[in-house]
């Protein structure tokens, strides 16, 4: 099997790490992994053939620093996985096309789309997909119930996220945040303990959806469920097929009586990554032979399970 080199960046992450974890244990492939990332610190630092540290995407250098390394490690395929980077990677196409670097993102629609989550809002209701009722911060005019929630409109941005339950935590919103039209108003829907993460992978031989209903930790899944939930399998169809998918894409809904109401959509590799690889959901091995043409990467043993359990644990690594 020849040589394939690959970048991953954001290496030092959790959604970094995992997909390094699911490309090292290709014991019969020929890869090289080069990973990038703000801080040498990282986990998976071992797991990785070479490492570089890289400034922030939106630094005027990063262009040059990233062609470098591609161009200096022969680099075939790009795996971008921070969601600045996936933005910088969908804005500079181009370069990447022209040197005949395949890159792993979603098509320009998907992305333009669903890192903003009003777009999301409004595109997935045309397509008869339940969404939470969403307005933009700077055209709320008390048309939702307490509590409500409050968050950037790009996931990019999204780190600050405030549940509201009355009309005085609103007003002091208004007053302490400047930018509103960058804002997005939601109704407060379900509860955290009925919160379901759905990943769909579709190229043009397959549709593959994997739902789990999942407990949160620190922003982080501690525990994830195999779920079977027909309704969020028709929602899933409905979205791959309205958005011409051909990739990975992550759905974050929450489950309201017998329905389910989308509040999220994430364009990119998620999280669950390495649960889903271990259940079967092979969508990092099954991209990158997509878009290299090729078996470059063995998804023989790929039977999806339909029950399980993962758990998450804590364990330090030490370097001398």
Request: aromatic fraction near 12%.
């Amino acid at each position: 099997m020849r040589k394939v080199n690959i970048l991953i960046t954001a290496a030092g992450g959790d959604i970094g790490a995992n997909i390094i974890n699911i490309l090292s244990q290709q014991k019969d492939a020929n890869l090289c992994l080069v990973g990038t990332d703000l801080s040498k610190n990282i986990f998976s630092i071992d797991k990785l053939d070479k490492f570089y540290e890289v400034c922030r995407s939106n630094d005027i250098n990063y262009k040059k620093r990233i062609l470098e390394i591609i161009q200096k490690n022969s680099i075939e395929i790009v795996i971008p996985v921070s969601e600045p980077e996936i933005m910088w990677f969908n804005n500079n196409m181009s370069i990447f096309i022209e040197l005949n670097i395949k890159v792993l993102i979603n098509n320009k629609n998907i992305i333009d789309s669903f890192f903003n989550k009003l777009e999301t809002s409004i595109k997935l209701n045309k397509i008869d997909v339940k969404t939470p009722k969403t307005f933009l911060f700077s055209e709320f005019n008390n048309q939702l119930n307490f509590p409500l929630i409050l968050k950037s409109n790009y996931s990019i941005n999204s780190k600050d996220i405030y549940r509201i339950e009355n009309e005085q935590q609103l007003k002091y919103l208004k007053i302490s945040i400047e930018e509103h039209k960058n804002y997005i108003i939601q109704e407060y829907l379900g509860s955290i303990s009925e919160e379901y993460t759905t990943c769909i992978y579709k190229n043009k031989n397959k549709v593959d959806v994997i739902s789990f209903k999942r407990k949160l930790t620190g922003g982080m899944t501690s525990v994830a469920v195999i779920s079977n939930e027909s309704k969020l399998y028709e929602y899933a169809l409905s979205i791959a097929n309205s958005y011409d998918l051909k990739g990975s894409i992550n759905i974050q809904s929450r489950k309201v009586e017998n329905d389910f109401y989308i509040f999220e959509i994430n364009p990119r590799l998620s999280s669950t990554v390495y649960i889903r690889d271990h259940f079967g959901f092979k969508d990092v091995l099954w991209w990158i032979n997509d878009i290299s043409n090729e078996a470059v990467l063995n998804t023989a043993q790929s039977k999806i399970d339909f029950q399980g359990t993962a758990i998450l644990g804590y364990k330090y690594k030490f370097f001398e």
